[in-house]
């Protein structure tokens, strides 16, 4: 699992638009088997559709990839990472706080467009774009 890439929302939205680079990116990533989405990001997306065509899509994109669940050991993760940032004066939503926390506690990478936003979470591996 070491090599998967996991893609923010942004990405995967970035890839049904066609919007360069990172629908490049999630193209080779999902011809490579090396991309996969967290149980967040798929709530994203589906709270985001609209359309029968997008919902098909969407569904046959995710059957493409893995998709990475939450469990109390990402929900501990996110709460300190909540804390400690808030102790800097930095505030980051809570879903991205639980993408963070899923692609950390499994020493993954996160591609992502919002890198200045990601950028305050110590220790996190962003992919270049």
């Known amino acids: 699992m070491g090599d998967l890439i996991v893609a923010d929302t942004d990405a995967v939205?970035?890839?049904?638009?066609?919007?360069?680079?990172?629908?490049?990116?999630?193209?080779?990533?999902?011809?490579?088997?090396?991309?996969?989405?967290?149980?967040v990001t798929v709530f994203e997306l589906y709270a985001g559709i609209t359309g029968l065509r997008r919902l098909q899509e969407l569904e046959k994109f995710l059957d493409q990839i893995p998709v990475l669940p939450l469990s109390a050991t990402e929900g501990e993760i996110a709460g300190r990472l909540y804390t400690r940032l808030k102790s800097r004066g930095i505030t980051i939503g809570n879903q991205d706080l639980l993408i963070a926390a899923t692609v950390l506690a499994l020493g993954l990478t996160l591609l992502t467009r919002n890198v200045d936003h990601f950028g305050a979470i110590e220790g996190l591996k962003i992919a270049p774009a």
């Open 13 to 39: 939205i970035d890839f049904f638009s066609g919007r360069a680079p990172l629908s490049s990116a999630v193209r080779e990533l999902i011809e490579s088997g090396r991309l996969a989405v967290t149980a």
